[in-house]
């Protein structure tokens, strides 16, 4: 066997396309390469190719020829025995055999192939050109693999109700197409009606691996109209295909009767899909959250791989992708950096203490896989007020901070992510009653606790996809009596369901009970003697362990009824005032103050007018729909009282 040896790439901004050769479905393959300069003003045709790469156990030969050498007569004749070859994946394999025409060569883009692996010095640049090889391509072609489960059935099933729904990607909103046959599938409020069939080969068909790889996301969302989603030899056009995963993600169903598939397993498969299907952007702050369900070999892709879908201001916090260096270094930079370009501390509520960590816990760790989600809505611990920070050492992050409680004791959460309704609800139930027998805290505090402020009227509008507080604090009294519920109490649309739904968020945490009878919720690694801190500009509680003389390591965010909306730092709001998420003139999500009285709403937090600060730029911010937020020295705040203090998070 001969090993091809790449040519070294003149420069840069130059990359490699293969041609396939056409042959019949069972011949090795073969292939050559073209250099280019990229990008080349829309000149270069070709298409780029998304799929997994797979285990790289017992690959198969590509075979390399030179350009124009290479025919069909001649590998017949037994030339591969004198070409070099790329030991493949078998999975890459398996794809080029479907991909390959019979009857003429095709042009491509792949990256196991286009781009010399073992050259790390190459690798880098090219990864940096990912995104715009997938938006210039002629068509981007999306493999999740060979026809089986009845995969070609799923296909079409995918197409057609992708035919027959309108989807608004933003709001998740599905309405019936104009030409539609079948009105009810673009209605929410009615369940899909699947047989056997559609259902199992429907659940198949997004169990396959290409959904979970993170690459994924910029190769599918940079591409343009043409690309399509290839399984077997069936395809369907990707904005067809995405409409009909919309529908599949949205709609109630019921399993149907002989299938031995429980629900909990199909939701949690669509959970995974959400991403995918709605998100066409990503940010930094999305990496542990939004991005958990994802794969990716190499830690250094949890960045690299989501590149091309940051803000223009975030990808300019991202260094030259680079292979040489160590991940953590690479999450230290982005961190620090974005914590100097973003002036906030946001970024800190993605930390999680864990086992044998050796590096600054303030530093994220994205390789790892997260389930906790604590964000509370609104976003409202500091208000509006920007953070103080210092990096007085390598490694040590220095923030302003305001301790409140410290945690006495705390209960486990069992992981229950993938778990049923009625699993879910028994787990919770069990929870509160043990801990209610020490009689510390209200209906209230456990309604807030296990939906962490997520109620209907956060938000403005309502957010029909969480319920009111009394809603859920009626729940919260059945859940601790003797009530039986049934199984109607948690179909996909009963109040109970949508509690139930949004406290997946509290799996595997750890319930912490803290002194001066503070109830919240913390990160699995909470231990007794941590301290719940609000630190000046970060939008999250942080619960601190405390190492002598004001050092700390960052456990993770946290969640404590009756210390959010920047309280702590400003004092109580008036009466009649509630923070709540309103979308801003340019259509993002914000922290806004509503008059319940006269239902007016204002983005200015009407305790910042006390300070002895100017609000002029900051108010010109606002009234241009920006992000804005208003500097306050820790000295001016401890002139009013508030006790914050220096500390050390190492």
Not at 48 to 67: C, I, K, T
Not at 411 to 416: G, M, R, W
Request: net charge negative; proline share 6%.
């Amino acid at each position: 066997m001969v090993r091809y040896r790449y040519s070294t790439l003149p420069e840069k901004d130059y990359l490699r396309l293969v041609t396939l050769y056409p042959a019949k479905f069972e011949d090795d393959i073969v292939i050559s390469f073209d250099t280019s300069p990229f990008p080349r003003g829309g000149s270069l045709r070709y298409e780029a190719l998304s799929y997994v790469w797979g285990s790289n156990r017992d690959p198969l030969p590509v075979y390399v020829s030179r350009r124009g050498v290479t025919t069909t007569t001649a590998l017949q004749n037994g030339c591969r025995t004198r070409l070099p070859q790329i030991l493949a994946t078998q999975n890459l394999v398996v794809a080029l055999r479907h991909l390959r025409y019979v009857d003429r060569p095709r042009i491509m883009w792949i990256d196991a192939l286009c781009i010399n692996q073992a050259d790390q010095v190459e690798k880098g640049p090219q990864v940096a050109m990912m995104g715009e090889i997938y938006r210039l391509a002629h068509r981007v072609v999306a493999w999740l693999g060979p026809e089986e489960n009845d995969s070609n059935h799923a296909m079409e099933l995918m197409d057609y109700l992708g035919a027959e729904v309108d989807v608004n990607f933003t709001s998740g909103a599905l309405s019936p197409a104009e030409n539609c046959t079948d009105p009810s599938l673009g209605d929410i409020n009615t369940s899909l009606n699947f047989n056997p069939r559609k259902f199992l080969s429907s659940y198949h068909l997004i169990l396959r691996v290409w959904f979970d790889r993170l690459w994924i996301r910029q190769e599918i969302y940079l591409a343009n109209s043409e690309a399509i989603i290839m399984c077997g030899f069936c395809q369907v056009k990707w904005t067809s295909f995405r409409r009909g995963l919309a529908c599949l993600h949205r709609k109630s169903y019921r399993v149907p009767v002989g299938v031995s598939l429980s629900q909990s397993q199909f939701d949690s498969r669509k959970s995974v899909l959400e991403g995918i299907i709605y998100r066409s952007d990503a940010s930094v702050m999305d990496l542990r959250r939004g991005y958990r369900n994802s794969h990716c070999a190499d830690p250094r892709d949890r960045i690299y791989a989501v590149l091309s879908l940051l803000p223009e201001w975030e990808r300019a916090l991202i260094p030259q992708p680079d292979y040489t260096q160590p991940y953590i270094d690479l999450y230290k930079q982005v961190t620090t950096r974005y914590i100097q370009s973003s002036d906030s501390l946001d970024i800190l509520g993605q930390c999680e203490l864990q086992d044998g960590m050796t590096h600054p816990s303030w530093v994220p760790d994205w390789s790892k896989s997260s389930n906790v989600s604590l964000a509370v809505v609104p976003q409202a611990f500091s208000s509006q007020l920007t953070p103080w920070y210092d990096f007085p050492r390598p490694g040590v992050l220095r923030v302003a901070c305001l301790v409140k409680t410290k945690v006495e004791k705390y209960y486990q959460f069992p992981h229950f992510e993938d778990s049923s309704r009625d699993v879910i609800f028994e787990e919770i139930r069990k929870l509160l009653i043990q801990v209610h027998v020490e009689k510390r805290y209200t209906v209230e505090d456990y309604a807030r606790t296990i939906v962490s402020d997520r109620f209907t009227d956060s938000y403005d509008p309502p957010d029909d996809r969480y319920a009111d507080i009394d809603t859920v604090k009626k729940l919260v009294e059945l859940m601790m009596s003797d009530y039986q519920f049934n199984s109607d109490d948690f179909g996909a649309s009963s109040p109970l369901s949508r509690i139930l739904d949004g406290a997946t968020q509290i799996s595997g945490t750890r319930l912490v009970l803290a002194t001066e009878d503070y109830l919240g919720i913390g990160p699995e690694s909470a231990e007794p003697g941590d301290v719940v801190s609000v630190a000046l500009g970060c939008s999250e509680p942080l619960l601190l362990r405390p190492l002598g003389n004001n050092t700390f390591r960052l456990v993770g965010p946290c969640f404590v009824v009756g210390i959010g909306n920047g309280d702590a730092l400003l004092g109580p709001l008036p009466e009649e005032i509630r923070a709540v998420q309103a979308i801003s003139k340019n259509e993002w999500e914000c922290l806004a103050f509503k008059n319940v009285l006269s239902g007016e709403i204002v983005c200015e937090d009407p305790r910042l007018e006390s300070l002895p600060v100017g609000l002029t730029e900051f108010r010109r911010c606002l009234s241009q729909g920006l992000h804005a937020g208003i500097y306050v020295e820790p000295d001016m705040l401890r002139e009013r009282g508030v006790d914050l203090e220096y500390f050390d998070i190492v």
